[in-house]
């Protein structure tokens, strides 16, 4: 409780930091208000208030105005992301609220990891745009990410940010790097797959599947998952002390295993829907206009984003169980 006690022991905050709180908490506030949806504001507004004001509590003055640049950093990138078309209004409001907390907490170690999947990710989104036109009507979003995208990759990091931040256990930080190892993997294996001149094939059944389908796998794909995988963890590996070839396997294999899961349960329990106009496969519930489409495979709430979220989730668990057993 350092605001009872820095109040309680009689010494007022300076101006210049009260002033930087006030900034900063008004900020996290309103995008916690802006994003939030049926009635969750209730919920995130206080919490992630209080959260970064135990952060600003917990810092020097220094930091309390660094807190503010990364604020201002991570606004930069949003609205970059959204001039380019990466991200939906929403999505840009939602990265803008997972920067601030993020970088506020971790700085620049943290920064680096989760700038290269962004800056990244958005690249090799727009290169294979052209190609996924041609895909059009398989693939259930666009290239556009919403903020429940943006949450279904950045999630797990902002409560391995959190977990870190009242604990200051490494690990956090290394489980961090294997969820956004694997959303990198998953973004690089599905993006450079698209090139791909051979037909995917099921990752379950390895039989020929059209381009596009979830849980159809390439070699060229799998290549993706090996570079992605590997350029993040490079990315973020180094402020952790200990043998930093042994983390930089654990890392990247754990985000080639979440991504991996990724397509496993793509091809297993994510819901497939067939459209009665086309009567193509989608992982949409209109197509062709308006048509309804009818639920064929998988579970109905299991869609792209859930996927996502067990990929990130499932990179950095495997983070955790690497640790516990080799280290
Ligand atoms: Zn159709």
Redesign the pocket.
């Known amino acids: 409780m350092p605001i009872l006690n820095r109040l309680g022991s009689g010494s007022a905050l300076p101006i210049i930091t009260l002033l930087l709180i006030g900034f900063v908490v008004s900020v996290v506030a309103v995008l916690s208000e802006s994003i939030s949806f049926a009635g969750s504001d209730n919920l995130t507004v206080p919490l992630l208030s209080a959260l970064i004001l135990d952060v600003m509590l917990k810092s020097s003055l220094a930091q309390q105005i660094t807190v503010v640049g990364w604020i201002a950093f991570s606004f930069l990138l949003a609205y970059i992301a959204h001039r380019l078309k990466a991200l939906t209004l929403g999505g840009t409001a939602g990265a803008m609220l997972l920067g601030s907390i993020v970088f506020s907490i971790g700085g620049i170690f943290w920064v680096i990891p989760m700038a290269t999947f962004f800056v990244l990710s958005s690249i090799l989104s727009k290169i294979g745009k052209l190609k996924r036109t041609i895909l059009k009507?398989m693939v259930d979003k666009g290239s556009q990410r919403d903020i429940l995208q943006v949450y279904a990759n950045g999630g797990v990091s902002l409560i391995m940010a959190v977990l870190f931040h009242f604990t200051g256990n490494d690990l956090f930080y290394l489980m961090f790097l294997g969820s956004l190892a694997a959303a990198t993997a998953d973004t690089w294996g599905t993006e450079i797959g698209i090139f791909s001149r051979n037909e995917p094939r099921h990752i379950l059944t390895f039989d020929k599947v059209p381009a596009g389908t979830s849980g159809g796998v390439t070699a060229l794909g799998t290549s993706g998952f090996f570079m992605g995988a590997g350029i993040l963890t490079l990315s973020g590996i180094f402020p952790v002390s200990g043998s930093i070839l042994q983390l930089f396997i654990i890392v990247a294999i754990s985000g080639i295993i979440g991504a991996l899961i990724d397509s496993i349960v793509g091809a297993s329990l994510q819901a497939q829907y067939k459209?009665p106009?086309?009567?193509?496969t989608?992982e949409k519930l209109l197509?062709?206009g308006s048509?309804k489409t009818t639920l064929i495979a998988g579970i109905r709430w299991i869609d792209n984003d859930v996927v996502n979220f067990i990929c990130t989730g499932s990179g950095a668990l495997f983070v955790l169980l690497f640790c516990k057993l080799f280290i």
Do not use: A, R, V
Request: overall charge positive; aromatic content about 10%.
């Open positions: 009507g459209c106009h086309c009567q193509k989608t197509h062709c048509y």
